[in-house]
């Protein structure tokens, strides 16, 4: 049976866990070689065993995302082995605490601007070439309500979000009439580490899963999805 995503090439960011590694695995089982991309190679080789045991393929990348040129170094390697790019996630991110905006330590602030908006930057600079050599490329970026809701001690990734979602409409804006399609993921509230960081304690049972919401991002992946400049939001 032909899989939607057969013999496409995708790149997670923040692979390793959480949403991330749900969109992997999804993205795998329809059929495309996921190019799995963190710091931590224990937990990417993890992902890596859980798709090729469920027949997928995949390829680990671990990289720093904060170290900007390596970023050019991944681009490169994805031309020079495959000459393009179907599918990127931009999921990586980090969250810095929670804290009053006048207390955020400017070591923090930095950290946070590096992974969620300068990486994503440096990731659709280096990425776009690709992307536009596949028939249908699709980007698709996590944010957060965050980004939109005003509430206290978030200010700083909600600072990072709200870029995020400047960033990327307007790159949606300069692709359009191709056939790259760039799109924005917001999956509420789930059940990842991030989560469990900020909010230490809290009941878990009912929040969404790393599976469920690797769901939208699965469908905004498929080359017959013509949405485009949407931000997709959990029910």
């Given at each position: 049976?032909?899989?939607?995503?057969?013999?496409?090439?995708?790149?997670?960011?923040?692979?390793?866990?959480?949403?991330?590694?749900?969109?992997?695995?999804?993205?795998?089982?329809?059929?495309?070689?996921?190019?799995?991309?963190?710091?931590?190679?224990?937990?990417?080789?993890?992902?890596?065993?859980?798709?090729?045991?469920?027949?997928?393929?995949?390829?680990?990348?671990?990289?720093?995302?904060?170290?900007?040129?390596?970023?050019?170094?991944?681009?490169?390697?994805?031309?020079?082995r495959w000459g393009k790019l179907d599918i990127f996630v931009g999921n990586a991110a980090m969250l810095g605490g929670l804290t009053p905006i006048a207390h955020a330590d400017p070591k923090v602030w930095q950290q946070v601007m590096d992974v969620n908006v300068t990486a994503n930057y440096r990731l659709i600079?280096?990425?776009?070439?690709?992307?536009?050599?596949?028939?249908?490329?699709?980007?698709?970026?996590?944010?957060?309500?965050?980004?939109?809701?005003?509430?206290?001690?978030?200010?700083?990734?909600?600072?990072?979000?709200?870029?995020?979602?400047?960033?990327?409409?307007?790159?949606?804006?300069?692709?359009?009439?191709?056939?790259?399609?760039?799109?924005?993921?917001?999956?509420?509230?789930?059940?990842?580490?991030?989560?469990?960081?900020?909010?230490?304690?809290?009941?878990?049972?009912?929040?969404?899963?790393?599976?469920?919401?690797?769901?939208?991002?699965?469908?905004?992946?498929?080359?017959?999805?013509?949405?485009?400049?949407?931000?997709?939001?959990?029910?």
């Amino acid at each position: 049976m032909s899989r939607p995503l057969e013999n496409r090439i995708a790149l997670v960011t923040g692979a390793s866990r959480g949403i991330g590694a749900a969109t992997a695995r999804a993205l795998a089982a329809e059929g495309a070689h996921v190019i799995l991309a963190a710091r931590t190679v224990g937990a990417l080789e993890e992902v890596d065993d859980a798709i090729q045991a469920a027949g997928g393929s995949a390829s680990i990348v671990p990289v720093d995302l904060r170290k900007h040129d390596l970023i050019d170094s991944l681009a490169a390697t994805i031309y020079e082995r495959w000459g393009k790019l179907d599918i990127f996630v931009g999921n990586a991110a980090m969250l810095g605490g929670l804290t009053p905006i006048a207390h955020a330590d400017p070591k923090v602030w930095q950290q946070v601007m590096d992974v969620n908006v300068t990486a994503n930057y440096r990731l659709i600079r280096a990425l776009d070439p690709l992307l536009r050599r596949s028939d249908a490329g699709r980007a698709i970026f996590i944010t957060s309500d965050s980004a939109q809701d005003n509430l206290a001690y978030w200010g700083v990734y909600a600072a990072s979000k709200a870029a995020l979602d400047a960033m990327v409409r307007a790159y949606a804006d300069e692709v359009e009439g191709t056939a790259l399609k760039v799109n924005l993921v917001d999956p509420g509230v789930v059940q990842t580490a991030m989560r469990a960081s900020a909010f230490p304690g809290e009941n878990a049972d009912g929040l969404t899963t790393p599976d469920q919401a690797a769901l939208p991002i699965l469908a905004l992946a498929r080359p017959d999805c013509g949405m485009h400049r949407s931000i997709t939001r959990a029910a």
